[in-house]
């Protein structure tokens, strides 16, 4: 794997150790300079990136349903939503199609970043999601996305 920084290389190595420790390191699988834990039908992916030149953030985020079109109901839907989560939110990654993705996703600082904070965040993404996978594919379409391995890379998002 390659990093911008030692930072950097020293979030990943903490956020890993921190995950293996907390989840189990059968449980956790590196994939792509990233971490990948599934819960039910919900894959969650923890991923460190730079934020300027001095610190990292962890990314703790979880692609919900595929191929959703994205109505205005479906976007009242996910942001009247964002407001009862009390960790995380809703966001759309729109496809030149008209379909989206619905993302969820948490984002923490990694230099300070503790045990209780990464599972909360990890807890929390993967619950709702795993929850509401079915609700919103049954409710607007599209599909979720616990078999989506191959159909999109983690890496085409909005960076």
């Known amino acids: ?10 979030a990943y190595e903490k956020t890993r150790d921190l995950a ?15 971490l990948a834990l599934q819960e039910g039908s919900a894959v969650v992916y923890v991923r460190v990136f730079p934020i300027g030149g001095d610190k990292t953030g962890v990314e703790v985020f979880s692609y919900v349903a595929i191929d959703v079109v994205a109505t205005d109901e479906l976007m009242r839907f996910l942001l009247g939503y964002n407001l009862k989560l009390m960790m995380g939110g809703f966001g759309l990654l729109f496809a ?17 970043l503790s045990s209780d904070e990464l599972y909360a965040g990890v807890s929390a993404i993967a619950g709702v999601a795993d929850r509401l996978d079915d609700v919103i594919v049954s409710r607007f379409g599209g599909r979720t996305a616990i078999n989506m391995s191959d159909a999109i890379d983690p890496h085409e998002r909005w960076e």
């Open 20 to 34: 293996y420790s907390l989840f189990g390191e059968v449980n956790v699988k590196p994939l792509d300079g990233m």
């Open 96 to 112: 030149e199609d008209g379909t989206a993705t619905v993302l969820l996703t948490q984002t923490m600082l990694g230099e300070t």
């Open 1 to 10: 794997m390659e990093f911008h920084s030692e930072r950097e290389r020293r």
